[in-house]
């Protein structure tokens, strides 16, 4: 049965499972399709999909995932479908909704966002502006923070969602020829093997601390942190609320700099909410204080006991890098926190063998060997006609 594409261009939600295989099999034909999704997870710690956009050439389809009785499994099929790109712009949230409901990661994949930054568009530019510039439009913004959940979605909502794939198909058509003049098709390659890779939304309670921004002082801490994060991470997974529900991030620094092993410890706290000590909560907590406690510290990761005990010719090291990726961004026309971000920077000021993604792949190629040359004296940062330069030295 032909597909009649004329209705699959209206703002209609496809809300049934025949009608979405039909545009799946229609968009299978495609080169690329363009894909967003509308979410809410302020109350959850996983995303709740609340709408599906894509678009073809000519056919674009929004889908209800909400829909009573909708089975999702063409939509999959069509993510999997080596033959078909799809393109996203910031695809980090979308693919991991995905990740999570289908247990694979879309492929291939290209993503404008980063597509954008590696032509020079700025750091994380937004898809506004990318619109802006490429597509030569302007997005009405007013729905962007509506309630995707509630139904009926209203037309305005439909479409300014429908508007963040049509135009991401001109988006996407520009930024590969750029990608085509310029020569950094393999820079964004490298990017996107990283975003089609299923470890990248894998969410180890282990490692959990991480995110926590906490200066310590002993590996007994460092331990802790690490236990009652990952405790907290386990908690918040399996009741889906946010890991805030459970106890805020400063909680759980302040726990593990403290590290209480009595309900009259944890009581005195600031941090935790009055009452928490005797509750569940309170004996997960000492649980897992506790375990950290018992860890032997020669199985903890390694970690920065704090930045501010680095060495002032360290620090300085790491200031002169930061101008000169400054310097070879802008002669590049690259976004500098594509290349390497402040953490990056500061590992390498302090050792040459640090493993960081400014040492790897084409990062490496474009600022990480520069970085290692000027910590050698093997190169210069100074001034001429007026403007910062490097050269060789004795150059």
Known sequence: MPLDSGELTRMDLI?????????????????????????????????????????GAEINGLIDPMAEGIDLKPFFALMNNEKVLKVFHA???????????????????????????????GDQVSYEAIVRKLAKAQIDKSSRFTDWSRRPLTEKQLTY??????????????????????????????????????????????????????????????????????????????????????????????????????????????????????????????????????????????ANWGREESSESTQAAAEILKLALKVVCEREGLAPKLVANTSDIEAVAESDEADVPLMHGWRREVFGNLALELKRGQAMIGFKDGRVVIAPAGG
């Open 161 to 302: 969602a429908l508007s963040d794939v049509t135009h991401l198909r001109t988006v996407y058509e520009k930024l590969k020829i750029e990608l085509d003049a310029n020569g950094r098709e393999p820079w964004l390659a490298q990017e996107m093997a990283i975003l089609m890779a299923i470890e990248t939304y894998r969410t180890e309670p282990g490692d959990a601390w991480k995110r926590i921004k906490v200066r310590l002082k002993s590996k007994k801490q460092l331990a802790v942190l690490i236990a009652v994060a990952g405790w907290r991470e386990l908690e918040a997974q399996e009741k889906n609320v946010p890991r805030s529900r459970v106890i805020k991030d400063d909680a759980v620094a302040e726990v593990a700099m403290q590290m209480p092993q009595s309900k009259e410890a944890l009581g005195q706290l600031r941090a935790l909410p009055r009452g928490m000590a005797t509750s569940r909560t309170g004996d997960g907590l000492l649980r897992a204080v506790k375990d950290g406690l018992g860890r032997d510290p020669l199985t903890l990761p390694h």
């Open 91 to 121: 695809a980090r949230q979308d693919v991991e909704i995905m990740v999570h409901l289908a247990g694979t990661v879309p492929h291939p994949i290209f993503d404008t966002q980063i597509a954008a930054m590696v032509c020079g568009f």
């Open 15 to 55: 809300t049934d499972t025949k009608a979405l295989t039909a545009l799946c099999k229609a968009l299978a034909h495609e080169t690329f399709v363009t894909v967003d999704t509308e979410f809410m997870r302020e109350t959850t710690y996983w995303p709740d999909l609340c709408l599906i956009q894509i678009a």
